[in-house]
């Protein structure tokens, strides 16, 4: 199974919105309504954000969002803050009934 | 407060074993499906695999980079997880983070460990 593809970093400046992406195929993102992202920030542990494409966990702020179309996923966060500046990683379900997460986005906030 | 707490990891020596345990509460352990996900020091996540529930036959799953040399199981009357890895070779140097959770309120509800670090060397 390999890896989702997510771009290596994208950059935003405080109060824009940015779009992360996260490709895989039909056997994952495009066969699944399981997709999930979560944010890391350095030296921590992971956190969830996005659960089942587009459901947040509760105490999520509604600025970040998911979707879905076809084979790929995004992320969309809003009025970018600097403490979203953090590696963001999508998270899908595949057909070989396993897990793969995307290899990672480094968020940057000007 | 859901909280999942992992130990055991250690040094060990290419082709060594080690057991991680995965301690759970604040849930119903019994009822979750619990998830172990790796990470190597600057690189990013990777998921290695998982068991479910009983109702589920406490079915397991791996990745293809562990298949066959780690396993998965459980303990519910403990409301511990364990990984069991074998074979250990360099490339699975990295922190073991267990993740787990449940719905509730018709939200998903889902916490991960601290990590515990794994290395392989001689």
């Known amino acids: 199974q390999s890896a989702l593809t997510q771009p290596a970093s994208v950059s935003g400046s405080p109060g824009q919105s940015i779009t992360i992406s996260c490709t895989g195929t039909s056997s994952d993102v495009g066969g699944y309504n399981y997709v999930s992202w979560y944010q890391q920030h350095p030296g921590k542990v992971p956190k969830l954000m996005i659960y089942?494409?587009?459901n947040r966990p509760s105490g999520i702020s509604n600025r970040f969002s998911g979707s879905k179309s076809g084979n790929t996923a995004s992320l969309t966060i809003s009025g970018l803050q600097a403490e979203d500046e953090a590696d963001y990683y999508c998270?899908?379900?595949?057909?070989?009934?396993?897990?793969?997460f995307g290899g990672g986005t480094k968020l940057t906030v000007l | 407060e859901l909280q999942l707490v992992e130990s055991g990891g250690g040094l060990v020596q290419p082709g060594g074993s080690l057991k991680l345990s995965c301690a759970a509460s604040g849930f119903t352990f019994s009822d979750s499906t619990i998830h172990w996900v790796r990470q190597a020091s600057g690189k990013g996540l990777e998921w290695v695999g998982r068991?479910?529930?009983?109702?589920?036959?406490?079915?397991?799953a791996y990745a293809a980079s562990v298949k066959g040399r780690f396993t998965i199981s459980r303990d519910d009357s403990k409301n511990t997880a364990y990984l069991q890895m074998n074979s250990l070779q360099n490339e699975d140097t990295a922190v073991y983070y267990c993740?787990?959770?449940?719905?509730?309120?018709?939200?998903?509800?889902?916490?991960w460990g601290q990590g515990t670090l794994v290395t392989v060397s001689s």
């Open positions: 089942d494409v587009n």
């Open positions: 993740t787990g959770g449940e719905t509730a309120a018709r939200t998903w509800r889902e916490c």
């Open positions: 998270n899908s379900y595949t057909a070989s009934y396993t897990r793969v």
């Open positions: 068991i479910r529930n009983k109702a589920n036959n406490y079915a397991t």
